[in-house]
């Protein structure tokens, strides 16, 4: 009897998406195989789901109906929905969509297997949410997407109230772990051939609330600095209010920390920072950003801007641009503010009518833009150390052009080498020869290609074999490519 194939579809941020490794690898350690990419279906299709954007729960339904047929047709087909998403609406899914037959939140998806055996046995939905986490996500079976750099989770929760998000609601009080804990995934991950790591959590830089130490993130980047073999660290996403000059210095100081940060802003108003329960305001965060150039000249940051809060003016929105002209970000992720009920920026008055946030949008995406490709600029004629990646090359000339990210993590499109072949995981060195607003382009040869213990775990993995029968857990286990800018913007935090 040939084993039972399941799909995880991933909606929104890197915790989502870290989650998903973590409930791949409790599927595989069940006995489920992942079922072939171009697939007609698998057995079990789970949904990770987000609840930040307004249609985050129109697109769920409507995926979840495109299944209905697929199930009438595939004797034993489950369906089972977890995230915030599921967290939030609960029982409604079941109501809304009866052919789901597991709903699952966020603090429990160690309980996917079982819950999927009970309704197969009980031939009815299985719904069960708790209100707490019961096991940290990085204490699970995990089955990784890439063999060369991997999300670290250091906390999972937020304590702020930022009132147009509702993430704290669905993930619960920041949760820290121990130093020691961290590190050692760390270790076993670079042990089997990851050269980064991104360190994640809601408020990243919040680590150490639980626990006592409001240095404990610099102490973090520095000891994970140390582990031998470990390349490039990064770290996703900070706050402005916790972001300290310990942290800047661990930062500089520790050749592995890359230079490089997102840092959201949301808004450049103090009086729109303020509705929104932002424990900062438009000089603090700008003196932040001065204090990381002063000591990291070459750092690229990026940020995250919602456009059209409720009450948001004209003279408001005209601040935005004035930080976004001064921070001269590499990047912005910009977004239309988008109203969550159960969210305190939901009831508030002074709505946004649609046309006004669209045109002020366009207007900041416009001015971004022209930035972004101005930084990039500065990059011309440079030589940078670029990890390739996988999957990230030039549709157009796939033949011809792989793909990477510099230690600052812009985008390179670069010739493939001649002779010696680069893998995913090597290190490719190239001259920079032209900008665009969001890449970069190395058009002249490699100048050198340094292969590394990552694209050797790379070729390990692709050249292993077919996933083993039920009972029967992979023998490689595979490690996450972390994209270190959130989705979607929501706060200091990595969530959609």
Known sequence: MSARTYEVRTYGCQMNVHDSERLSGLLEGAG?????????????????????????????????????????????????????????????????????????????????????????????????????????????????????AAWVAISVGCNNTCTFCIV?????????????????????????????????????????????????????????????????????????????????????????????LHMPLQSGSDRVLKAMRRSYRQDRYLGIIEKVRAAMPDAAITTDIIVGFPGETEEDFEQTLHVVREARFAQAFTFQYSKRPGTPAAEMDGQIPKAVVQERYERLVALQEEISWEQNKTQVGRTVEVLVAEGEGRKDDATRRLSGRAPDNRLVHFERPEGEQARPGDMVTVEITYAAPHHLLAERPALAVRRTRAGDAWERRTAAPAPQPAGVMLGLPTVGAPVPAPMAATGGCAVD
């Open 32 to 148: 489920y195989v992942r079922a072939p990419e171009g697939a007609d279906g698998a057995d079990v299709v789970v949904f990770n789901t987000c609840a930040v954007r307004e249609n985050a729960d129109n697109r769920l339904y409507g995926n979840l109906g495109q299944l209905v047929p697929k199930k009438a047709a595939r004797p034993g087909m489950q369906i089972a929905v977890g995230g915030c998403l599921a967290q939030k609406d609960r029982d409604t899914i079941v109501k809304r969509a009866p052919w789901v037959d597991v709903v699952f939140g966020t603090h429990n998806i160690g309980q996917l297997p079982v819950l999927l055996e009970r309704a197969r046995i009980a031939e009815e939905a299985q719904v069960e949410i708790v209100e707490s986490l019961e096991t940290f996500p990085s204490t699970l079976p995990s089955r990784r997407e890439s063999a060369y």
């Open 168 to 260: 704290p609601a669905l993930r619960g009080k920041e949760k820290d772990r121990r130093p020691g804990d961290v590190l050692a995934e760390v270790e076993a991950l670079v042990a089997e051939g990851v050269i980064e790591v991104t360190l994640l959590g809601q408020n990243v830089n919040a680590y150490g609330s639980d626990i006592g130490d409001r240095e404990a993130f610099g102490k973090l980047l520095r000891a994970t600095g140390a582990v031998e073999g470990l390349e490039r660290i990064r770290f996703t996403s900070p706050h402005p209010r916790d972001f300290t000059d310990d942290v800047i210095a661990a930062m500089a100081e520790t050749p592995t920390v890359m230079h490089q």
